[in-house]
């Protein structure tokens, strides 16, 4: 099974700061990896898929890159909404999911 | 627009069971996508449950729900649905309808999701 390593598990930041979040696979996904995001009480929303393919819709703001197995969400400058929990997901060898990294407001 | 609406969550004691449906709109439902069923416990990450291709001519569960759980699809209705059997308290979640997108090897990219529907496992 692949694990999937996300960190830190909590990032506190201001808003309009840069948030990078980190997400390592304990063997190589290729770049079969895709980001999402949670709100509470809401579903999870696909933000980058590919590693680093913006889903429809998605502020250029969020920007993913990494291939193998170390990988990297940024978000350029931190918005109100933006404050969620953001899971790692790779697809290349089965379903893993990362237990996410929480995103909050300093 | 896309859409997924599950429904048949509830509460059920351990050993009963419960179906959960899933209507789709919004595209093409027989097409190319693989459906999935991923479920979330209260306050934990993400756990993928279950896919099933467009013809359902390829099925698969996650090793915590292997035997209990049977997965389907009504392309004619444009439904999904999760059958559950002999439910247990590890598998109190909220479950989610998802298409994949894309898929590699069995496993695929989510991009839309339901709202979720709780299942409460409790005597």
């Known amino acids: 099974e692949v694990v999937m390593t996300q960190s830190p598990a909590t990032l506190s930041v201001f808003p309009g700061e840069r948030a990078t979040l980190s997400c390592r696979a304990s063997q190589s996904v290729n770049s079969n990896l895709a980001w999402y995001q949670q709100k509470p009480g809401q579903p999870p929303r696909l933000l980058i898929y590919?590693?680093?393919t913006r889903a429809t819709g998605i502020p250029a703001r969020f920007s993913g890159s990494g291939s193998g197995t170390e990988f990297t969400l940024t978000i350029s400058s931190l918005q109100s909404e933006d404050f969620a929990v953001y899971y790692c997901?790779?697809?290349?060898?089965?379903?893993?999911f990362g237990h996410g990294t929480k995103v909050e407001i300093k | 627009e896309v859409q997924l609406v599950e429904s048949g969550g509830g509460l059920v004691k351990p050993g009963g069971s419960l179906r959960l449906s899933c209507a789709a709109s919004g595209f093409t439902f027989a097409s190319s996508y693989t459906m999935n069923w991923v479920r979330q416990a209260p306050g934990k990450g993400l756990e993928w449950v279950s896919s099933i291709s467009s013809s359902s001519a390829y099925i698969y569960y996650a090793v915590s729900v292997r035997g209990r759980f049977t997965i389907s699809r009504d392309n004619a209705k444009d439904s999904l649905f999760l059958q559950m059997n002999s439910l247990r308290a590890e598998d109190t979640a909220v479950y989610y309808c998802a298409r994949g997108e894309y898929c590699s090897g069995g496993a695929c990219y989510l991009d839309y999701w339901g709202q979720g529907t709780l299942v409460t496992v409790s005597s």
């Open positions: 997901q790779q697809y290349n060898n089965w379903w893993t």
């Open positions: 590919g590693a680093s």
